[in-house]
């Protein structure tokens, strides 16, 4: 049998690191304590170990919704799904929660994209925030397609908007979706450079309407080299931003992420969060490799 070439090596290594990251972080938590969270285009969700015994809930961030045509030409907040729809379907969505029942299996919609691609830009506020709620709602409650959507997430990392259009429109569209009882959760993914200018203002513009901060520390400016450095990170969004209670721990198992925060640091270092700082759980960005997804540099 001929030896697999060091592409192939690699993507099998990757394939395996979510698996690894649950089943040794969440066997050393209390029973029931733990969160677990999986940004993906695909269904590679199928892949990944889930129990009861290690953990409440599970969810699924379906990446990503944007704004954008298929041509890349802004829609002032029509929002259109870019995952695999031919393997994230009803049929796969349903499987996967009758084959873990004992499990809280949640699905968000994750908003915006990972780089500078398809960056928060509406033309105006009013009209943006109005196409925005009536095109997720025609997502999530899409009939032929329903993948029993509980919640979105926002994760835009590039933002060409004022701090106060950014924070008028996302808020406002999280209120419109609760209240209309199209949403049951909502969630934002804040990352080093928007933190303070963009995210911050906007949890607390409406925080009693965000459930859930899942900081992305694939995304430092500095690389992340020490397990205590990531838990050092980590206290201090508690302390400075956000409730720990609402605060997860967010990394990306993708190639060219890995250079800021290694596979084993986020080991570490997550462990340590969940277990010892009372974290309410963790993420992370994970696919089938069968496409490339290069992200543009800013």
Excluded at 157 to 171: K, L, P, R, V, Y
Excluded at 232 to 247: Q, S, T
Excluded at 258 to 263: D, E, G, K, N, R
Aim: proline content about 5%.
């Amino acid at each position: 049998m001929a030896l697999k070439n060091e592409e192939e090596a690699k993507k099998d290594q990757i394939a395996i690191f979510p698996t690894y990251i649950l089943s040794h972080i969440v066997i050393v938590l209390p029973i029931m304590t733990s969160i677990f969270r999986q940004y993906t285009f695909d269904d590679s969700f199928e892949q990944v170990f889930v129990s009861s015994k290690f953990l409440k809930e599970y969810q699924i961030a379906l990446t990503f919704a944007i704004d954008y045509d298929e041509n890349d030409v802004p829609t002032n907040g029509i929002f259109r799904p870019t995952w695999d729809l031919t393997k994230v379907t009803p049929l796969a969505i349903n499987q996967f929660k009758k084959d873990h029942q004992d499990v809280n299996v949640k699905v968000f919609i994750s908003i915006g994209n990972k780089g500078c691609k398809y960056p928060f830009c509406p033309q105006e506020n009013k009209s943006w925030i109005a196409n925005a709620t009536q095109s997720l709602t025609n997502i999530i409650e899409d009939k032929d397609c329903d993948l029993q959507v509980d919640g979105i997430d926002v994760f835009y990392e590039h933002i060409e908007a004022s701090t106060s259009d950014f924070t008028e429109c996302i808020g406002q569209v999280i209120k419109n979706l609760k209240q209309g009882g199209v949403i049951k959760v909502a969630s934002i993914s804040p990352s080093f450079t928007l933190n303070k200018e963009y995210y911050f203002p906007l949890y607390n513009s409406c925080s009693s309407f965000i459930d859930w901060v899942d900081y992305q520390f694939q995304n430092e400016v500095t690389s992340v080299f020490a397990p205590n450095t990531l838990v050092n990170l980590y206290n201090k969004l508690a302390n400075e931003f956000y409730p720990r209670r609402k605060l997860f721990a967010g990394y990306s198992a993708e190639n060219e992420d890995w250079a800021t925060l290694s596979p084993i640091v986020f080991f570490l270092g997550g462990m340590e969060i969940i277990q010892k700082r009372k974290g309410p759980g963790i993420s992370i960005h994970y696919h089938n490799y069968y496409v490339e997804t290069p992200h543009d540099e800013c």
